[in-house]
């Protein structure tokens, strides 16, 4: 639910690192399903737990090897890290760059504006969670709104209330 689906046309050809975050809240199976689907479609994709950095070699290698391809032609790689409010974005670039570079928050919103980091090569943009204009469909907002990523005020409470119990 809370992947942006226009996330691929507005990207168009630009390298991308899928980054299946927060995986410690997930059931594992369920994980490696999406893992598994994602790269059939031909996605570079990485399982990752911010919080205790889980599989942070695996992230760390994909940017490698995109890093491989751009550094003869430029000075720098530069990424940015960009996803739904409150789906880790600050906490990976904390652990790609190896310091609390990024405030980090249990709500949404920490992330005011737009923040450059370094480490070595890598210029990493840190970016204020963004929500696609219109989710398509009652249930993905129940669902983003159970897991924090919008205000469950913006629904009617007793509706979100019968979708957690139902």
Known sequence: SSRNPDL???LG????????NKVDLADPEVTAGWVKYYRALGEKVVDFNARLGEHLSRLESLVSK???KILPKKAALRLGVIGAPNCGKSSVLNRLVGRSAARVGEKPGITRGRQWVKRGKWEILDTPGLLW??????ETGQKLALIGMIRPEV???EELVFYLIG
């Open 8 to 10: 691929p046309i507005l």
């Open 133 to 138: 204009p219109k989710i398509s469909n009652q």
């Open 155 to 157: 629904l009617d409470v």
């Open 13 to 20: 050809e630009k390298a991308r690192i899928l980054v299946i």
């Open 66 to 68: 995109e890093e491989e």
